[in-house]
């Protein structure tokens, strides 16, 4: 009993020495360890991400930070739209002469409607989140605001915008206007638009929106011919073709820089998150595709 315990000690002891000697001979290695992914250096002043389908955390910088939001605030003007009862995507609406003035007098981002065609409801949501038209917005806001009055039905769009987002729990969020051409108030966080975003992504015509690339729409004129416009996403994760890129909206502005409200869907996981006041554009699509990129690690 005793020898053959000792002929097991040896044998252990032989594959010991055995396993030493491969492994300091790099013959033998153990299988790594995942380094821990690091988390990224963004130049926006605040960011925000989440894995859309838990609602987890995945990434902060000064998410809380009330910020300018540019025409990420379009966003909610296309959620307030689209909440609307008894909605008709189809209802044809008149471009008035008032919406090219506003573009003209502000020098703002326009889908360049022409005044006296008859536009849907849907292209307008087209016009809207694709080239970021502030005419589209205050098309939208004309025909969905209530009132006797443009400027009544204005002012009423936009309340619907704010208690739209106290009823999301955007709770460091205030709108001021339909488009983001700010009268000193509109602001918003990184992850209240985050919140935001999450929340419309879930109907199906804004989702099919925002992932378009390009887009062209046939309309009615006044005189009752018809003209095509031709949109082209402004988000350039799509642009650049970001696998699994489906949206959603771009910024920008004198205070709020650069910012960008992005997503992305890869086997079967879904990363939503926003940069606000990115330096430029190009620091803001490169700060969306580190989010992802951790994002999709983590």
């Known amino acids: 009993m005793t020898a053959i315990k000792g002929a097991r000690v040896r044998r252990a002891a032989a594959v010991v020495v055995t396993s030493g000697a491969m492994i300091a001979a790099g013959v033998v290695t153990t299988a790594p360890a995942h380094a821990a992914v690091t988390k990224p250096t963004i130049t926006a002043a605040g960011g925000f991400v989440m894995n859309n389908g838990t609602g987890k955390t995945l990434f902060t910088k000064a998410a809380d ?7 990420t605030t379009k966003i909610m003007t296309a959620k307030v739209v689209l909440s609307q009862k008894n909605l008709n995507l189809d209802a044809k609406v008149t471009i008035q002469k008032a919406y090219s003035d506003y ?23 087209y016009g809207l989140m694709l080239p970021s038209g502030c005419d589209a917005a205050y098309a939208l806001a004309d025909k969905f605001g209530t009132g006797s009055t443009r400027a009544a039905r204005v002012k009423s769009f936009i309340a619907k915008m ?4 106290k009823s999301l729990g955007m709770k460091n969020t205030k709108f001021d206007s339909f488009d983001g051409i700010s009268n000193g108030t509109n602001q918003s966080t990184p992850r209240d638009l985050t919140k935001l975003a999450s ?3 879930k109907n ?5 929106i925002v992932k378009t690339v390009t ?24 642009l650049t073709g970001y696998a699994g890129a489906i949206g959603i909206k771009t910024g920008s502005g004198p205070e709020a820089k650069a910012c960008l409200v992005f997503a992305a869907t890869r086997n079967g996981k879904t990363v939503i998150g926003t940069v606000l006041t990115a330096p430029t554009p190009g620091d803001r699509l490169a700060d969306a595709k580190k989010l992802l990129n951790y994002g999709f690690k983590v």
């Open 215 to 238: 887009t062209k729409q046939k309309v009615t004129t006044k005189s009752g011919g018809y003209r095509y416009y031709t949109w082209e996403n402004s988000n350039k994760l799509l």
């Open 65 to 71: 930070t009330p910020r300018k939001t540019g025409s």
């Open 162 to 165: 704010n208690s739209t987002a």
């Open 204 to 208: 199906s015509t804004f989702k099919t």
């Open 199 to 201: 929340n419309v992504m």
């Open 103 to 125: 573009i003209v007098k502000n020098g703002a981002s326009h889908a360049g409607l022409i005044v006296g065609d008859k536009v849907t409801v849907r292209q307008l949501l």
